[in-house]
């Protein structure tokens, strides 16, 4: 029985030995291709993928950075745990990202230089991929195979000696930020020494920025990147590329820190009544330690506890007791925060009633020409003025004749100042000046007004028919006329040459009438006729002349 039992066995050994070698005959007869694929489709796993997603082709400058970037395939997709990168040559092993993907080289140096490789684990086996980097030129290979096929592809770095390359400037350098409403940084790019140089991206922290957004905006040329209404996501290292016209690539980098902005809020200015009490209360936001309040000033003086003020036991708060006129001012908190030293104020305005110092004064002007009246006066806060003729007020501005100035005479009185150009007889007028600020606004609703002034608007002097040489004979009478208009009260005046003609039995002055009778050689000269009035003076000349006596034989007519 045990012996037909061992002889089962062996004959069972056989008989699947024979099995197997039919099976093993049948598939060397059969598609090797069509079965494996039949068995990779029930098993689901795809063929393995391995390609660069760095540029094919890179000229960069030694001392410069280099950077290999993979993507792997394949059904599943192999995971960060599953990918290990190697220098095959030995030496330090490189230290990719954080998903094993890509390997980032900073200034990028001979010792660099070798063949590295990635081994990719997933549930179909192992893949490899292989790639160099030689300092000068370096080709790179990424390779991924499984059981049914290989594949890989190839890329070129050439590393160049930096003294041959011009070099990229980046502005700014390292900058630190502080956010504040609506603050914007712009990052400029230059290459002085090769103007044909072509800036092809911008990376922030080793990734290429793709396309343009509200807050990011490029230049056409991609020289410059603005970033707007900056955020704290927005720190990191911010790098130009560019391609020089040899094609070499170059980049520059500068590190971008965005911090909160320190921020001090104080009480805002208030606007006190005599009499009356107030505090200042301060506080920080931002600051990345506890901010010390220091001391408190008013002005440069330096604050204590005292019956006047009281401060907080964290100096953040000062207490003003019995407000007066001279507690008005600036008071100011010194604070010591993490970036040094700050200072921030507020102001105290204690509100006293207007007060007209200097009042306008009469005024006679000339029609045609200009005139200012002004008026001096103060109060806190600094009051309202304005200028009314009789009971409506005047409309500054008005065809542009009509303005005011107003200006310190010292630090609490002001001078207001009416002009009117080219005055006519409607500007004539009883005029005076009003102010008002919140101490008397409410309560009386009119202001404080200035004593009357008035403007009188007087026509000036016109000679409208001047006087007309004569010649006549010694003996006979004359008269030189002279016609003029004017505002009264006018005065005329007649000269002889520089001095003034007075009346006699032979001259007679009415106004506007000069009479000799009779004449004499003696009155032969220059007569003047001047007029004038308040606002002004004219004149006018005529020449007389007296010729000798008539002979009996002759007869002059005039």
């Given at each position: ?208 920025i793709y396309g343009e957004t509200e807050r990011r905006q490029y230049e056409p040329d991609r020289s410059k990147l603005m970033i707007y209404n900056l955020r704290v996501e927005d720190s990191g290292t911010y790098t130009c590329v560019a391609r020089l016209h040899n094609q070499i690539q170059v980049q520059a980098s500068t590190t971008l820190t965005v911090r909160p902005a320190i921020r ?295």
């Amino acid at each position: 029985s045990l012996l037909y039992t061992i002889k089962f066995e062996k004959l069972c050994f056989i008989h699947e030995l024979m099995f197997v070698w039919l099976v093993f005959s049948f598939l060397l007869s059969q598609d090797v291709d069509a079965f494996i694929d039949s068995e990779m489709r029930g098993s689901n796993i795809t063929n393995p993928a391995c390609y660069f997603v760095t540029p094919e082709t890179q000229v960069v400058a030694e001392g410069s950075y280099a950077y290999l970037k993979i993507a792997v395939g394949g059904d599943p997709v192999p995971k960060p745990g599953g990918i290990d990168w190697i220098k095959l040559e030995g030496g330090a092993r490189p230290s990719p990202s954080s998903d094993k993907l890509s390997i980032f080289f900073k200034g990028i140096k001979s010792v660099n230089k070798g063949r590295y490789g990635v081994y990719v684990q997933t549930s179909a086996g192992t893949k490899f991929i292989e790639t160099n980097i030689l300092v000068r030129q370096s080709v790179y290979e990424c390779r991924a195979w499984n059981n049914r096929m290989a594949g890989n592809n190839t890329a070129t770095l050439s590393v160049q000696d930096p003294g041959n390359v011009a070099t990229v400037d980046i502005w700014p350098v390292d900058a630190i930020l502080y956010m504040q409403d609506s603050f914007d940084v712009k990052f400029r790019c230059s290459i002085p020494d090769d103007p044909e140089a072509e800036f092809l991206y911008w990376e922030k922290d080793g990734n290429q920025i793709y396309g343009e957004t509200e807050r990011r905006q490029y230049e056409p040329d991609r020289s410059k990147l603005m970033i707007y209404n900056l955020r704290v996501e927005d720190s990191g290292t911010y790098t130009c590329v560019a391609r020089l016209h040899n094609q070499i690539q170059v980049q520059a980098s500068t590190t971008l820190t965005v911090r909160p902005a320190i921020r001090i809020l104080c009480t805002e200015a208030q606007f006190l009544d005599v009499g009356s009490e107030t505090e200042i209360s301060c506080s920080v936001t931002g600051d990345t330690s506890t901010p010390i309040f220091k001391s408190w000033l008013k002005g440069a003086k330096t604050l204590e506890t005292s019956d006047k003020y009281s401060i907080s036991e964290d100096k953040s708060t000062l207490r003003i007791f019995d407000i007066q006129e001279g507690d008005g001012g600036t008071y100011t908190v010194v604070i010591q925060t993490s970036l040094g030293v700050r200072h921030e104020s507020s102001s105290i305005t204690v509100i006293m009633d207007p007060v007209i110092i200097e009042s306008p004064q009469d005024v006679t002007v000339a029609t045609g020409s200009d005139v200012s009246l002004s008026c001096i006066y103060s109060g806190t806060p600094k009051p309202y003025f304005f200028w009314n003729k009789g009971d409506e007020a005047v409309e500054v501005g008005a065809e542009d004749r009509i303005s005011t100035k107003d200006e310190y005479v010292d630090k609490k009185v002001r001078k207001n100042v009416l002009t009117i150009r080219s005055v006519t007889k409607e500007d004539a007028g009883v005029y005076n000046g009003l102010a008002f600020n919140m101490a008397n606004e409410d309560s009386s609703g009119t202001g404080v007004g200035s004593d009357p002034a008035e403007i009188r608007v007087v026509d000036p002097p016109v000679i409208s028919v001047p006087p007309r040489d004569v010649s006549l004979t010694q003996g006979r009478s004359s008269s030189i006329k002279c016609g003029f208009t004017g505002d009264e009260p006018l005065t005329v005046e007649w000269l002889f040459g520089e001095s003034p003609l007075a009346a006699s039995e032979r001259v007679t002055l009415d106004k506007g009438s000069l009479t000799f009778d009779p004449t004499h050689s003696s009155d032969t000269g220059q007569y003047t006729c001047r007029v004038r009035n308040e606002v002004g003076e004219v004149e006018a000349t005529a020449y007389l002349t007296v010729l000798g006596e008539m002979g009996r034989d002759c007869e002059w007519i005039q």
